[in-house]
Nanobody, 121 residues
């Protein structure tokens, strides 16, 4: 199977920056889309940013111009560079990857365990 491990969360003051990383490992043949989601207390999980295997990106309106998603295909890692952070960015951030696995030969979505980002005012 596939494991996704996130890192880089923490506590930061408003206006500050953080970089999240998510490394995929396991029986991976190919990773297609990779994405970051977030879930604030008592809110639904929402898409923050997505990047295709070819490098095309898509962002939620609330983070455009402040966050940048990127990936290293050789290392199976996706990053989320977050800048000009606001208290409303406080949430648990999850990465998701659409993976074609070798054994079994199948395509499925995998999620990381989540990393907490807290932005103080």
């Amino acid at each position: 199977q596939v494991q996704l491990v996130e890192s880089g969360g923490g506590l930061v003051q408003a206006g500050g920056s953080l970089r999240l990383s998510c490394a995929a490992s396991g029986s991976i043949f190919r990773i297609n889309d990779m994405a970051w989601y977030r879930q604030a207390p008592e809110k639904q999980r929402e898409l923050v940013a997505l990047i295709t295997s070819g490098g095309s990106t898509n962002y939620a309106d609330s983070v455009k111009g402040r966050f940048t998603i990127s990936r290293d295909n050789a290392k199976n890692v996706v990053y989320l560079q977050m800048g000009s952070l606001k208290p409303e960015d406080t949430a648990v951030y999850y990465c998701k990857a659409s993976v074609q696995t070798v054994s079994p030969w199948a395509r499925d979505d995998y999620w990381g365990q989540g990393t907490q980002v807290t932005v103080s005012s």
